[in-house]
């Protein structure tokens, strides 16, 4: 299995991570792409990225959170960043109109430079939506020509916003929020729409921890060890030995971010 974002400079880990990465690799990950949500966030990834090359991947980006410091040098920064070989994709980036916590032009205008940076660059993106979909696609078709693919992260959308997205060809990232069944029954009824050669699997690790688990952490926090529960989940939705989701979906991570 590939978990394709997780957080691992989050504070979370700074007291454990080289036991979380052992109790990844013992449940069966084989890689974990480390995901930048800002410059400092970027460098903290790759670097990190770099000590463990046989599991660990990184992105750079800059996260719709943020977005209110994007500026010129911000892109050349993540062009430095991207230059190295740990970084495999551009983003988290996107449009949050969720929270809105950088202004919605602002957030605009630094997703339609990361998207630009990743088709100079010929580098896939890795997408964050939240109640944007519509203006996330529009962005994304303008320049779908020009960049070699792109997944939604942590997709948690409807029906409408999975079939825009799967009409331009682009890849669907799912967490833990499929194990929920307090709001994740909506995306269970549709996940299976995805063909499998376009779903991968992911934690989003702090954060989302599968609710499908019999024992939960009481520090409710999430870790690569875990995407065995996502896996599980999804590979009952589609009505799959989940042997057969886990190993899918591996080969369509391997293939998207170009992992040996």
């Given at each position: 299995?590939?978990?394709?974002?997780?957080?691992?400079?989050?504070?979370?880990?700074?007291?454990?991570?080289?036991?979380?990465?052992?109790?990844?690799?013992?449940?069966?990950?084989?890689?974990?792409?480390?995901?930048?949500?800002?410059?400092?966030?970027?460098?903290?990834?790759?670097?990190?990225?770099?000590?463990?090359?046989?599991?660990?991947?990184?992105?750079?980006g800059v996260h719709p959170h943020d977005a209110r410091h994007f500026t010129e040098q911000t892109t050349a920064e993540l062009r430095a960043i991207a230059d190295?070989?740990?970084?495999?994709?551009?983003?988290?980036?996107?449009?949050?109109?969720?929270?809105?916590?950088?202004?919605?032009?602002?957030?605009?205008?630094?997703?339609?430079?990361?998207?630009?940076?990743?088709?100079?660059?010929?580098?896939?993106?890795?997408?964050?939506?939240?109640?944007?979909?519509?203006?996330?696609?529009?962005?994304?078709?303008?320049?779908?020509?020009?960049?070699?693919?792109?997944?939604?992260?942590?997709?948690?959308?409807?029906?409408?916003?999975?079939?825009?997205?799967?009409?331009?060809?682009?890849?669907?990232?799912?967490?833990?929020?499929?194990?929920?069944?307090?709001?994740?029954?909506?995306?269970?009824?549709?996940?299976?729409?995805?063909?499998?050669?376009?779903?991968?699997?992911?934690?989003?690790?702090?954060?989302?921890?599968?609710?499908?688990?019999?024992?939960?952490?009481?520090?409710?926090?999430?870790?690569?060890?875990?995407?065995?529960w996502v896996r599980d989940k999804l590979a009952e939705c589609y009505g799959i030995d989940a042997s057969e989701l886990g190993s899918r979906s591996e080969a369509?991570?391997?293939?998207?971010?170009?992992?040996?």
């Amino acid at each position: 299995m590939i978990d394709i974002g997780a957080n691992l400079t989050n504070k979370a880990f700074r007291g454990d991570l080289p036991a979380v990465l052992d109790r990844a690799s013992r449940a069966g990950v084989t890689k974990v792409v480390v995901t930048g949500t800002s410059v400092s966030e970027s460098r903290a990834a790759r670097d990190l990225a770099a000590t463990e090359p046989a599991l660990l991947r990184s992105t750079a980006g800059v996260h719709p959170h943020d977005a209110r410091h994007f500026t010129e040098q911000t892109t050349a920064e993540l062009r430095a960043i991207a230059d190295s070989p740990e970084v495999v994709a551009i983003g988290e980036c996107g449009l949050d109109f969720d929270r809105n916590y950088s202004p919605p032009d602002d957030q605009r205008r630094c997703f339609r430079a990361q998207v630009e940076l990743a088709c100079d660059l010929g580098m896939p993106l890795f997408v964050h939506d939240r109640e944007a979909a519509s203006e996330v696609v529009a962005t994304l078709r303008e320049f779908r020509d020009y960049y070699p693919g792109a997944v939604v992260h942590c997709f948690t959308g409807d029906a409408d916003a999975l079939a825009a997205y799967l009409d331009l060809d682009l890849h669907i990232g799912i967490t833990g929020w499929v194990c929920d069944e307090r709001r994740g029954n909506g995306l269970a009824a549709i996940v299976d729409r995805i063909p499998l050669d376009r779903l991968m699997i992911e934690t989003d690790a702090p954060w989302l921890l599968p609710r499908n688990m019999p024992e939960r952490p009481k520090s409710r926090r999430n870790e690569p060890a875990f995407l065995v529960w996502v896996r599980d989940k999804l590979a009952e939705c589609y009505g799959i030995d989940a042997s057969e989701l886990g190993s899918r979906s591996e080969a369509t991570a391997r293939a998207f971010f170009g992992l040996s």
